[in-house]
Nanobody
Framework: VQLQASGGGLVQPGGSLRLSCAAS????????IAWFRQAPGKEREGVSC????????YYADSVKGRFTISRDNAKNTVYLQMNSLEPEDTAVYYC???????????????????????WGKGTQVTVSS
């Protein structure tokens, strides 16, 4: 089982990035999948997720309206489209999966505390002028 996150980089405020999380060794749509981020000196924060039960999508309030999570089953990849980026979005972003039926809000809380089955290596996103 492997999750490979990519797509991070340096972007100016107001810019966009698309993160990818490619899965191998398993089928993504069998799991709940989520994106998390952690900024220096701060706790890990749940950003967005797709639940396994019905494919519901949930976003943290801090990114709602700016970020979009999506899944391409054919490519076994999940994406996080990030628009209108702000300096506060600067962090290392991680994708993770869990075999759980938790609803979105609880999934992000549990995951922020480490309650996911597999984690990908993070990708750095820096928003700065």
């Amino acid at each position: 089982v492997q999750l490979q996150a990519s797509g991070g980089g340096l972007v100016q405020p107001g810019g966009s990035l698309r993160l990818s999380c490619a899965a191998s060794g398993f089928t993504l749509d069998s799991y709940a999948i989520a994106w998390f981020r952690q900024a220096p000196g701060k706790e890990r924060e749940g950003v967005s997720c797709i639940t396994s039960s019905d494919g519901s999508i949930y976003y943290a309030d801090s990114v709602k309206g700016r970020f979009t999570i999506s899944r391409d089953n054919a490519k076994n990849t999940v994406y996080l489209q990030m628009n209108s980026l702000e300096p506060e979005d600067t962090a290392v972003y991680y994708c993770a999966i869990v075999d759980s039926d938790l609803p979105g809000p609880l999934l992000l809380v549990a995951g922020s505390l480490g309650g996911m089955d597999y984690w990908g290596k993070g990708t750095q996103v820096t928003v700065s002028s």
